[in-house]
């Protein structure tokens, strides 16, 4: 059986977080083999089982809180687990609660996990096209700082998403982004006619840093190309493919040795 697949950040090492990839679960087919998404058709028990080798892989002991995720800004604060079929609709999450461990769902879309390593705050945002431009990350920092963190100690870590090579996109798409602001342009480059090429991990780094954050680590790394380790769902559109898994990112804030 593969390894669970734990990517992470330099920045972060000071707290628990991973990046996992699909490597190290018990789906199969068009899932295998850790699909952590309960919006898949996947096996529910696979999927639960799954989250658990996640969760594992990363805080063992922890209590996973994830979000019902709808390419909005919506940013909630846990205090507390909800039950998984009680899920707020968000694409953020922060806590201030050791013992706790966020979770994002991602396959291409960006998944960034963020920390104030000294003041013990962490987030966690799932950036798609939708949130990024609407601000989910914004709206996470703003979260944490609520929760006692400083923004100029907020570190941020991108993991692994679709490449500019792989995010083929509209006339119409990119005039959105213009739209919003002229100087969004750079982040298209030129493709067949009436089609640009998206770079959505420099737009999220460029929405970080006008945040206010300075130390951003992106892992560049495209899950479009890289079919053994990640699910994409551009991929899956493309192949005609029925259904796709998701992977998880996760952080967490260890509980203390007396707790």
């Not at 990517?7 to 850790?34: E, N, Q, T």
């Not at 945002?125 to 990024?132: D, I, L, N």
């Not at 100690?153 to 090579?165: D, E, F, K, T, Y």
């Amino acid at each position: 059986m593969d390894a669970i697949d734990v990517r992470s950040s330099r920045i972060l090492a000071a707290m628990p977080h991973g990046f996992l990839g699909r490597r190290g679960g018990v789906s199969g087919g068009l899932y295998a083999s850790l699909n952590v998404g309960l919006g898949s058709d996947d096996d529910r028990a696979a999927v639960i089982e799954n989250r658990r080798r996640a969760m594992d892989a990363v805080l063992p002991g922890a209590r996973l809180v994830s979000v019902h995720q709808v390419h909005s800004a919506e940013v909630v604060t846990a205090r507390v687990p909800w039950p998984d079929d009680a899920r707020p609709h968000a694409d953020g999450v922060v806590t201030d609660q050791p013992g706790l461990l966020l979770g994002i769902l991602t396959a291409d879309c960006v998944p960034v996990l963020f920390a104030d390593v000294e003041r013990g705050v962490v987030g966690a945002a799932h950036a798609g096209w939708k949130g990024a431009l609407a601000g989910v990350t914004d709206n996470v920092i703003t979260a944490m700082v609520a929760l006692g963190a400083r923004r100029d100690s907020v570190l941020a870590a991108i993991g692994p998403c679709i490449g500019r090579a792989a995010y083929e996109v509209s006339d119409d798409f990119a005039k959105i982004f213009e739209a919003a602001d002229s100087a969004n342009e750079r982040f298209f480059t030129g493709g067949r006619a009436g089609h640009h090429y998206f770079d959505i991990e420099a737009y999220v780094i460029h929405r970080l840093s006008a945040a206010g954050i300075d130390r951003i680590d992106p892992l560049g790394i495209d899950t479009y190309g890289n079919r053994s380790h990640f699910f994409s769902y551009r991929r899956t559109c493309h192949a005609q493919e029925r259904d796709y898994g998701r992977q998880i990112s996760l952080i967490g804030i260890a509980p203390k040795a007396d707790d």
